[in-house]
């Protein structure tokens, strides 16, 4: 009969009398010094591991003398140890299916944390509203760990500053930082955007679609659509498509939605007038919701079509009424997140399911998901109606072709 593993606040920490190893070729084993016994699977989590099959640089490995045991060094610093480094940067093997998925950062985790150990230096990731909030977070975390980081934005002085920030924490991480105007209001500014992109890059590793605006005042952008609708969905519609080229099996393309997309109260058989109101029917919350459900349908349907190709396309939703710059345009929703502000997430944690998204290894293979909190989970009814994903995705064509002609 198996003896109970005591309790623990971590799946990963092994239980008292197990030690984990690695081989020469970089499969994870676990030894059991009590019952003198090895196997390949975490005696907690029941899953296997991998490794690197070389050590990290600057380490050599030897045989002690007079043990004859096996010892790590690092030649920088002579310091030894009989624990494998490789071991620090231990990854699961590739889940299967969505189910064998589990959730190895929670609510409290933060972007940073997700990314320790990884080194992305030669990708490239284009994040849309990176100068402030979520956004930077995210542009910020990517960086710092090797990305060359493309900021999308409207306001030019704004994203240097955010750059600027970047360029005094780590001088080699804001080099990597280039901005690239894009105004979201505008479907001729995302033509220019993806041209400048093309022209500057042959890849994109990421393409992490966070923009958005929250409690606007009615006002229509200058292709005459509703401004919510526009820049939270129609022109992150367009860009996706224009960049198409230079997306492969290799990019994944993270789109940033909210758990407000539950209250969206959208008929089944979309319209122009659902997608774009006019004044008369116009409620900015409602306008939020509507928008954030546009994310999750688009983001269903853009992995149903891309996923011949290869590429991954998840969404989700960050986190509840976070502080940052979304809600500077109405007094009362500004009061009501620097209340709430202590009880929610920083920038920095919710910044981490879209990084998760966006870099965990153990999402290779799979698309079309929604996550909240780093862990896959269901979205709402609407957004998983194949009709409304359909639909959506028929009415925008046709309303960026007529803007665009």
Known sequence: MP????????EDELPPAWEERATNDGFVYYVNHQTKTTQWTHPRT?????????????????????????IFVDDATQRKSYTDPRLAFAVEETPQAVGELRQRFDCGTNALQVLHGRDLSGKVAMITGANTGIGFETARSLALHGCDVIFACRNESA??????????????????????????????????CAQQVKTQYKHL??????????????????????????????????????????????????????????????????????LSPPANKYWSM???????????????????????????????????MVSSQIARNWWFYKLLFAIVRPFTKSLQQAASTTIYCATAQELNGFTGLYFNNCYVCDPSGSSKSE??????????????????K
């Not at 498509?241 to 939605?257: C, E, F, G, I, P």
């Not at 409304?388 to 665009?404: F, I, K």
């Open 159 to 192: 994203t240097k500053e955010a750059i600027d920030k970047i360029v005094i924490e780590k001088e080699a991480a804001g080099k990597r930082c280039k901005f690239v105007k894009l105004d979201l209001a505008s479907l001729r500014s995302g033509r220019e």
């Open 286 to 320: 409602m306008a939020y919701n509507n928008a954030k459900l546009f994310n999750v349908l688009f983001a269903c349907e853009l992995a149903k079509r891309w996923k011949s190709r290869g590429i991954s396309v998840f969404v989700l939703h960050p986190g509840n």
């Open 3 to 10: 003896v109970p593993l005591p309790e623990s606040d971590s």
């Open 205 to 274: 590793d990421l393409l992490i679609l966070n923009a958005g605006v929250f409690a606007l005042p009615y006002s229509t952008t200058e292709d005459g659509y509703e401004t919510t609708f526009q820049v939270s969905h129609l022109s992150h519609f367009y860009l996706t498509n224009l960049l198409a080229d230079l997306l492969d099996h290799t990019t994944r393309v993270v789109v940033v939605s909210s758990e407000s997309h539950r209250f969206s109260m959208l008929p089944i058989d979309l319209s122009e007038s659902d």
């Open 387 to 404: 009709r409304m994903q359909q639909s959506l995705w028929t009415l925008s064509e046709q309303m960026v072709g007529r803007a665009t």
């Open 46 to 70: 029941g899953k296997m591991k991998r490794v690197s099959g070389d050590l990290p640089l600057g380490w050599s490995k030897h045989v002690e003398q007079g043990t004859g045991k096996v």
